[in-house]
């Protein structure tokens, strides 16, 4: 499914550029999603295995989930690896509200973004998915034909 004709997808994985999805002349969208790169490591002994089902395997699975989802809809994105650059890490942990950080410690990624507006962590776009309401989530307007447009049409009716 297309989100619209003029729509230009494409993919950075860590880049720091900008990227910019256009919908017309008077509408430009760019979002940026953060993302903690996880190596993970299994470790086997003689009849020992460890499970990599853990706080990162979740982590990954959600990235997973997100990126998934971006992708196959043909949104437009950026991710930024927080692990890897300083910046982008120091860049999310300053633009998460303080009424979505966690109690203790640094929040946690998936975090997604709309340029610098703040749109919600895995959970609120897992909800809005559910809901099918993602691209009002995202901040766009929902592809014509998709369950999200026509759920909006009937509300409006």
């Not at 650059?85 to 303080?98: C, D, G, H, Y």
């Not at 998936?110 to 309401?133: C, I, K, T, V, W």
């Amino acid at each position: 499914m297309l989100c619209h004709p003029a729509a230009q997808i494409s993919m950075s994985r860590g880049s720091a550029g900008s990227l910019r999805e256009t919908f017309g002349p008077e509408q430009s969208f760019s979002k940026f999603v953060s993302f903690h790169r996880i190596k993970m490591r299994r470790e086997v002994a003689e009849g020992l295995r460890f499970s990599c089902r853990g706080p990162r395997f979740e982590i990954k699975k959600q990235q997973q989930d997100v990126l998934g989802f971006l992708e196959a809809n043909k949104i437009e994105f950026e991710e930024k690896d927080i692990a890897a650059n300083e910046e982008n890490r120091k860049w999310m942990r300053e633009n998460v509200p303080e009424d979505s950080r966690p109690a203790s410690g640094n929040p946690l990624p998936p975090r997604l973004f709309n340029d610098s507006r703040y749109l919600g962590d895995y959970e609120a776009f897992f909800e809005a998915r559910e809901n099918n309401a993602v691209y009002a989530f995202l901040g766009l307007t929902a592809p014509p034909g998709s369950k999200e447009a026509e759920a909006l049409a009937k509300q409006q009716a």
